[in-house]
């Protein structure tokens, strides 16, 4: 099968490699939506290392072409969208239900690499275990059901915060994971969603899926302005979506936009690390909560899939480029400049 393999930072080729066969409790896949997410472009461009060759790839829908196991109810032909996390069911994390921060969390694609490691889906088929296939609807598009993995990190994020019926929201970021959290707040019924973006096409895309308002943060002082919307309040909730460089400053910026009672939440990782200075009186005379959320849980994978299967969200809409596998180099380029929204690989 064709595969791009990656060998060291900017180093990737597309080439044939051997097809996966499935062991025990697991199938074969063959790949036909994959998101470029933010980690691969980490790994592809060497800011983390991970043990190499490796084939990256985890946001994922396809068909099952091959299964070793029944009893999942899963059949060949099946349409699927893989869960690209592999917990280890028996550490304390994962005892108490948290499998998201499970000590030997593995994975698919290099997502995680401190368990069991798999190849990614940057191919044209993907071995994965049995238990972490999902079916999915023939009615939901390949490029939208691929998000599931995604659009569950926003949900886990938007549980964490407790957003509900009129909350106010303050998204900082607009790439594809921040406008994922606009659509779910708005399904919440968030009653004010406020995005800050330096982008001007993210901007639009933001007030076309529903922000009730949109700050450029390079022209306006974006802690002024969320008071200025909310009566001098702030917001119950802001989720800081912008990772990279960024992503430690907004969260000091966070801190003043929040209101009393509110929650902030460090979405994104911060890459490379950055420190953060905080005024400790700012959290405790306001009872700010400020908190992080990582991934998801099986129970929130699934019901992400419920929400995109019944057309409640349609993380399809933030999709902009489609490349072919042997473009791949070409697709990782568009989404780190910035141009793009979500980019998706089509194998
Ligand atoms: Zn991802
Ligand atoms: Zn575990």
Request: charged letters at 25%; glycine letters at 10%; hydrophobic letters at 40%.
């Amino acid at each position: 099968m064709k595969a791009a393999v990656l060998y060291s930072p900017g180093k990737i080729r597309v080439e044939e490699v051997e097809a996966p066969t499935p062991g025990p409790g697991e199938a074969v896949v063959r790949v036909r939506a994959v998101g470029v997410c933010p980690t691969d472009l980490r790994k592809y461009v060497g800011l983390i290392r991970p043990p190499t060759p490796i084939i990256l790839g985890h946001e994922v829908s396809g068909e099952i072409v091959d299964i070793r196991d029944e009893g999942h109810g899963l059949r060949r032909g099946d349409r699927v969208v893989i869960n690209p996390f592999i917990y280890c069911y028996k550490c304390r994390y994962c005892r108490l239900g948290r499998y998201n921060l499970c000590l030997n969390l593995g994975g698919i694609g290099g997502v995680a690499e401190h368990g069991r490691r798999l190849d990614g889906a940057f191919a044209e088929y993907v071995k994965a275990p049995v238990k972490n296939l999902y079916r999915v609807n023939p009615a939901v598009p390949f490029e939208s059901a691929a998000l599931t993995e995604p659009l569950a990190a926003c949900l886990n994020s938007l549980r964490r915060c407790g957003v509900r019926e009129g909350s106010t929201i303050a998204i900082m970021g607009a790439g594809p994971m921040g406008l994922m959290h606009l659509q779910l707040s708005k399904l919440f019924g968030a009653a004010t969603i406020i995005v800050s973006e330096p982008l001007a096409h993210r901007r639009e895309k933001a007030l076309e899926l529903g922000a009730t308002y949109v700050i450029d943060p390079k022209r306006e002082d974006p802690i002024r302005r969320v008071r200025q919307l909310t009566d001098g309040l702030g917001v119950d909730v802001v989720v800081v979506a912008t990772g990279g460089e960024a992503e430690a400053a907004c969260v000091m910026e966070a801190m003043r936009m929040v209101a009393r009672g509110g929650v902030v939440n460090v979405f994104a990782g911060t890459w490379p690390p950055a420190q953060v200075t905080l005024n400790p009186n700012l959290i405790h005379y306001n009872e700010v909560s400020l908190i992080g959320s990582y991934l998801s849980t099986p129970e929130i994978f699934s019901e992400a899939l419920r929400l995109i299967t019944s057309g409640r969200v349609d993380p399809g809409r933030i999709v902009s480029d489609i490349y072919p596998l042997n473009e791949i180099e070409k697709a990782f380029q568009r989404a780190i400049s910035r141009e793009a929204l979500k980019v998706e690989v089509k194998p």
